[in-house]
């Protein structure tokens, strides 16, 4: 008998054993995944820091801001060195813009010289998580794709977690220096392990996500990826949470008073541990059950979230409703990607990694941008509720979505 063609979003039923996850080669992946997340994340605050030490806050300003730039117009252009370099040249490159750039940082203290190393290593942490994420999806097999993708943004967030506070308490010991340059060879140390990757999709995992999915063989760029109903629904969505994450992370600890600094401190590490449980809970759901029922709970607990922080003045509301937006967070951004992924050929995994982390930089960057002259407007409780019915905007595209039933 014929088996009858799987759906994008729901895993085929079969009689067979579930493939493994944890194969050798992603094991081997996340050496380089764990590698070019510490290199970021342990010199995220510190190079601000150094800036500002020579330049002022202004200095600090453009080191981030450089960064984040090169970081997404990078993210633009990378689907097609894919395309054209394989996975293992790409990666292998954003590993070394990322990392070589930060041993020389404190050669200088001139602002020009930080934003500069800042725009190159914009640049390789572009190439590093587009293709690597191409990279990996390539490598999970399709049945697990949520649970797969699950592990990675953990293996993924666990440097966040150390390494933006460790950044700066090793700077108080040790000084920019040496912490500069761990942060480079964190990068430069994993990128032999590339060479043991597949440079693309073999011909029978490019033939079995083709099938399992209604998107084109042929790559497909980033701008027609924006023109595409079925991309660019779970995009906004995203970006919709990931405009909250952004503003959270900016002004929590300016919105809740200066007493309560514990009460920030709990916050800001109860919101991504949440968002990692639920991330995970969300990927092995999603593989028995489908994505696409969890991405309206994803949006309305993040909204929530949100809602319920704008009681600034109680401890009890701010570390429930960081904890109620993780939740949220992670179940949207592990469904929204495993939605993506499942809806294209794989050799357009390159484009499905570029939007998502477009949606997430960009969401970030204008969260934290229209907040602060919000909250100049309204004050922060009143910003905190906006942003909360801001977000409930994107149940149009999930509303759409459910309706043309693409999946």
């Given at each position: 008998?014929?088996?009858?063609?799987?759906?994008?979003?729901?895993?085929?039923?079969?009689?067979?054993?579930?493939?493994?996850?944890?194969?050798?080669?992603?094991?081997?992946?996340?050496?380089?995944?764990?590698?070019?997340?510490?290199?970021?994340?342990?010199?995220?605050?510190?190079?601000?820091?150094?800036?500002?030490?020579?330049?002022?806050?202004?200095?600090?300003?453009?080191?981030?801001?450089?960064?984040?730039?090169?970081?997404?117009?990078?993210?633009?252009?990378?689907?097609?060195?894919?395309?054209?370099?394989?996975?293992?040249?790409?990666?292998?490159?954003?590993?070394?813009?990322?990392?070589?750039?930060?041993?020389?940082?404190?050669?200088?203290?001139?602002?020009?010289?930080?934003?500069?190393?800042?725009?190159?290593?914009?640049?390789?942490?572009?190439?590093?998580?587009?293709?690597?994420?191409?990279?990996?999806?390539?490598?999970?097999?399709?049945?697990?794709?949520?649970?797969?993708?699950?592990?990675?943004?953990?293996?993924?967030?666990?440097?966040?977690?150390?390494?933006?506070?460790?950044?700066?308490?090793?700077?108080?010991?040790?000084?920019?220096?040496?912490?500069?340059?761990a942060g480079g060879l964190a990068a430069l140390a994993t990128i032999v392990s590339v060479l043991g990757l597949p440079d693309r999709p073999t011909r029978s995992e490019a033939s079995q996500a083709s099938e399992a999915s209604r998107g084109p063989e042929e790559p497909m760029g980033v701008v027609r990826g924006l023109r595409t109903g079925t991309l660019l629904r779970p995009v906004v969505v995203f970006a919709a949470t990931a405009t909250a994450a952004g503003v959270l992370v900016t002004f929590l600890p300016l919105a809740?008073?200066?007493?309560?600094?514990?009460?920030?401190?709990?916050?800001?590490?109860?919101?991504?541990?949440?968002?990692?449980?639920?991330?995970?809970?969300?990927?092995?759901?999603?593989?028995?059950?489908?994505?696409?029922?969890?991405?309206?709970?994803?949006?309305?607990?993040?909204?929530?979230?949100?809602?319920?922080?704008?009681?600034?003045?109680?401890?009890?509301?701010?570390?429930?409703?960081?904890?109620?937006?993780?939740?949220?967070?992670?179940?949207?951004?592990?469904?929204?990607?495993?939605?993506?992924?499942?809806?294209?050929?794989?050799?357009?995994?390159?484009?499905?990694?570029?939007?998502?982390?477009?949606?997430?930089?960009?969401?970030?960057?204008?969260?934290?941008?229209?907040?602060?002259?919000?909250?100049?407007?309204?004050?922060?409780?009143?910003?905190?509720?906006?942003?909360?019915?801001?977000?409930?905007?994107?149940?149009?595209?999930?509303?759409?979505?459910?309706?043309?039933?693409?999946?």
């Amino acid at each position: 008998m014929t088996p009858t063609r799987p759906s994008a979003d729901c895993p085929p039923q079969t009689n067979t054993a579930r493939p493994p996850l944890l194969t050798r080669p992603l094991l081997l992946r996340f050496v380089s995944l764990i590698g070019a997340s510490v290199s970021f994340f342990l010199l995220l605050s510190v190079v601000p820091a150094y800036a500002a030490g020579a330049g002022g806050g202004g200095a600090a300003g453009l080191a981030t801001g450089s960064l984040m730039l090169a970081t997404v117009l990078g993210e633009l252009v990378t689907p097609r060195l894919v395309a054209r370099h394989g996975y293992r040249a790409t990666l292998m490159a954003g590993l070394l813009l990322l990392g070589a750039p930060a041993l020389v940082l404190t050669v200088s203290a001139d602002t020009a010289w930080i934003v500069a190393v800042c725009l190159v290593r914009g640049l390789g942490f572009a190439l590093t998580i587009v293709a690597g994420g191409a990279l990996t999806a390539s490598l999970i097999p399709a049945e697990r794709r949520g649970e797969g993708l699950a592990a990675v943004g953990v293996v993924s967030g666990v440097p966040s977690l150390i390494g933006l506070p460790l950044g700066l308490w090793l700077v108080g010991r040790v000084g920019y220096g040496p912490v500069a340059v761990a942060g480079g060879l964190a990068a430069l140390a994993t990128i032999v392990s590339v060479l043991g990757l597949p440079d693309r999709p073999t011909r029978s995992e490019a033939s079995q996500a083709s099938e399992a999915s209604r998107g084109p063989e042929e790559p497909m760029g980033v701008v027609r990826g924006l023109r595409t109903g079925t991309l660019l629904r779970p995009v906004v969505v995203f970006a919709a949470t990931a405009t909250a994450a952004g503003v959270l992370v900016t002004f929590l600890p300016l919105a809740v008073p200066s007493a309560s600094a514990g009460v920030v401190t709990l916050a800001l590490f109860v919101q991504p541990a949440a968002a990692t449980v639920s991330r995970w809970a969300s990927g092995r759901y999603s593989d028995r059950h489908g994505s696409t029922r969890l991405v309206l709970p994803g949006l309305l607990l993040s909204a929530a979230g949100v809602l319920v922080t704008a009681a600034t003045g109680s401890a009890v509301a701010v570390v429930a409703g960081t904890a109620l937006f993780g939740a949220g967070f992670g179940i949207a951004q592990n469904t929204t990607l495993t939605l993506m992924y499942a809806r294209v050929s794989a050799s357009s995994y390159g484009t499905v990694s570029a939007l998502w982390n477009l949606a997430y930089d960009g969401g970030m960057g204008v969260g934290a941008a229209g907040f602060g002259i919000l909250a100049g407007l309204t004050g922060y409780p009143g910003a905190f509720a906006t942003t909360a019915v801001l977000m409930l905007g994107a149940l149009v595209p999930v509303l759409r979505d459910r309706r043309h039933n693409d999946y």
